[in-house]
């Protein structure tokens, strides 16, 4: 399943990349409560979120970044990315129906990450 959200204020992919960093999560999104680790040398660490902790992988992308949650039941993976239309929120998970109400919290999380990223930096 995808969900999607865009942020009104607009970001280039360089400010997405040098702003949302491992060690910055939970600054951007409040669906994340602590982000517990992180080795900046391999791009990892582990965070606590609405659906507990996780180990979290950052990935750079030529109009941004990707999160994935490698050990997360529905593979979780979320990207920020700068589009035209302004800084845009894409969530994936491996599933194609859920628990309704697993899929609120999803929304909520892309809610919480369009939030997060509407307010210029």
Partial sequence: MEFYAAAEHPRTAEQIRDDVTGPRLAEFCDSIDEVLSWDASTDTG?????????????ELLKRGVR???PDCPNALAWTVTAEPQGTLIHATINQDQH??????TID?????WRTGMGAPR
Avoid at 108 to 112: I, L
């Fill in 67 to 69: 999160f994935t949650l």
């Fill in 46 to 58: 582990e965070m606590y979120c609405v659906w507990g902790q996780f180990r979290v992988n950052r």
């Fill in 99 to 104: 628990d309704p109400d697993f899929l609120e």
């Fill in 108 to 112: 909520t999380f892309v809610a919480d």
